[in-house]
């Protein structure tokens, strides 16, 4: 069958704009990977309503509001995206839909370090929003450049969770321990939680054989997909984006709200035409 839409990406923004296009009675198809970028941390915040709740029951409760609404959510990862919306995943099966919506989200790269990988989203963090007031009061270290001007932003903005911030050249780190910061000339920085800036890369390569590619962001902090208009609409007729994919500073919050947006305009460009433009 061709589905009205398909949806590639089943995190927030995926299936919200997915749950908004079931209710518009559109035929929904939600390809998700299950590589959600949140997937190590605890629990979301910042969520009204939803506060603490495990990424993992956010997706289930999710995806089953997308099911009860007529529609449907395969796991997969999708190889190539062609020109009339046919979508090959790469365990060969083909889906074709009269629109994509992507919401595939991005990658963190962090810095290499030894150790650093392993605590990420545990011990290794990037967002006082979404982990601050946990970790208030403890022993922080920021991984950075002195001077550099995101690194000083760091610095200061994690200073309101916790009296106890200290900066960490990244060019004098040898690894990370569970007790703190190997520095190159042997000594032990203990620290409980550190504080790393990453490069953020949109989980985008696919479109690339739909005319779309991913940029260089603006703010010098990895790519994204642009959007040419606030619904997530691109330069690609049909091709909406939405979430992390497109606005990498999205929190859980904003990409289910950016979602249902695009999910919204979807249906509206889905619409027949008025009569006097037949």
């Known amino acids: ?36 970028r949140n997937a190590p941390a605890e629990g979301i915040h910042n969520f009204l309503t939803r506060d603490g709740m495990t990424p993992a029951e956010f997706r289930a409760a999710g995806r089953a509001e997308v099911e009860r609404y007529g529609g449907t959510v395969v796991d997969g990862e999708v190889a190539t995206a062609a020109p009339g919306f046919e979508v090959t995943l790469t365990d060969g099966a083909v889906h074709r839909a009269r629109r994509l919506l992507v919401t595939t989200g991005l990658t963190d790269v962090l810095p290499d370090v030894p150790g650093l990988a ?3 989203g545990s011990t290794v963090l990037h967002c006082p929003y979404c982990h601050g007031y946990e970790v208030r009061g403890r022993a922080i270290g920021v991984l950075g450049t002195p001077g550099e001007e995101m690194t000083e932003h760091r610095l200061r903005l994690w200073g309101q969770w916790s009296p106890d911030v200290r900066l960490l050249p990244l060019d004098e780190v040898a690894a990370v321990e569970p007790g703190g910061v190997r520095m190159k000339d042997g000594a032990l920085i203990e620290r409980e939680y550190l504080v790393v800036g990453t490069q953020l890369r949109a989980r985008a390569g696919f479109l690339e054989s739909l005319g779309l590619k991913a940029a260089e962001h603006p703010m010098g902090i990895g790519t994204y997909v642009p959007a040419i208009d606030p619904s997530g609409r691109t ?3 049909g091709v909406w984006v939405a979430g992390n994919v497109t606005d990498p500073m999205a929190q859980v919050i904003t990409s289910a709200a950016a979602g249902l947006t695009a999910g919204a305009m979807i ?12």
């Open 1 to 36: 069958m061709t589905y009205d839409v398909i949806v590639i990406g089943g995190g927030p923004a995926g299936l919200s704009g997915a749950v908004a296009l079931g209710r518009a009675l559109r035929s929904v198809l939600v390809i998700d990977s299950g590589a959600g």
């Open 118 to 120: 392993e605590g990420w």
């Open 235 to 237: 330069e690609v007729p």
């Open 267 to 278: 249906n509206a460009d889905l619409l027949p035409p008025a009569p006097d433009k037949q």
